[in-house]
């Protein structure tokens, strides 16, 4: 995410600000930008590298899985995320739940020569401290947060950042950040109603990490027509699959192949699985 440290800047925000204040100053006793931090470590200031720095906190295996859905009221501008926090390890998780609304395609002059900006932080949700959640091994839980759209800010181009960060502080500053994932505001209008809210949106990805092919199950009403859209960690489409559910249990097998057929390399993926009235998010990882 991206702030300015400038209250007097466009893209300032008090909780972010604050939120980096939980790390040591980077230079000096200072804090400046740009400046990079991944899981709380500092990265520098150097652009070049910062790609690297998050593909490889990517990569990192984790048993922590975030379902994110909710809904939105264009009318009042506000909304309740809804996040499923499901751990398959074997050591119960405690964290802090982060909810952050951001913003794309952000046009301002920058003193360093910058022009348009993307994953603007807006807001923390609903502080820099997030929400504690603690959950069992082998068990899931469910948070509910409340959010709110300032009218200066375009829904169309508005998302909720989750994140889950562990309350410890490694001897480096690391708070190892264990899950996360990203759903747009706009995708949340056509889910007000909760149609079938009873049913869940959790997906399990089996297995995870995934060799020769992945199976996406989930719970579904028989008849129900689905499509499941897998895509890189930069948005790049991979594959979509689409049906009808058999019901009570869906069941979606990927052979690993891409829209052109060819077999998709190692790395990390998100998917999007919609289904009447829900809509549920996800990354898992494919091994050699």
């Not at 209250?7 to 008090?14: A, T």
């Amino acid at each position: 995410m991206e702030w300015h440290l400038r209250s007097g800047y466009p893209l300032y925000s008090p909780e972010a600000s604050a939120k980096m204040r939980l790390y040591p100053p980077p230079q000096n006793g200072l804090y400046y930008t740009p400046w990079l931090w991944v899981d709380g470590r500092q990265r520098g200031s150097g652009y070049t590298s910062w790609a690297s720095h998050v593909q490889a906190a990517l990569a990192v295996p984790t048993d922590v899985d975030l379902v994110l859905g909710g809904w939105y009221n264009p009318q009042t501008r506000t909304g309740e995320a809804e996040i499923e926090v499901v751990n398959d390890g074997l050591q119960p998780l405690e964290a802090a739940c982060y909810v952050v609304v951001t913003e794309d395609s952000i046009y301002y002059s920058a003193p360093n020569g910058d022009e348009w900006h993307n994953h603007v932080c807006r807001d923390f949700v609903p502080d820099q401290y997030g929400t504690p959640v603690t959950v069992p091994a082998q068990a899931r839980e469910t948070l509910l947060v409340e959010y709110a759209l300032d009218p200066g800010w375009d829904e169309s181009r508005c998302n909720l950042v989750v994140f889950l960060q562990s309350h410890e502080v490694q001897p480096d500053s690391t708070r190892t950040t264990s899950q996360g994932g990203l759903v747009p505001v706009a995708e949340l209008v056509a889910v007000t109603e909760r149609l079938d809210s009873r049913l869940g949106t959790s997906v399990l990805v089996v297995p995870n990490p995934a060799t020769d092919r992945a199976e996406f199950r989930f719970a579904a009403r028989a008849g129900a027509r689905y499509e499941l859209a897998l895509f890189t960690v930069d948005g790049r489409s991979v594959a979509r699959l689409s049906g009808i559910t058999a019901g009570p249990a869906g069941s979606v097998i990927w052979n690993r192949k891409d829209a052109l057929a060819r077999r998709a390399s190692r790395g990390v993926y998100g998917y999007r699985l919609t289904l009447p009235g829900r809509t549920a998010t996800g990354r898992f990882v494919l091994a050699d």
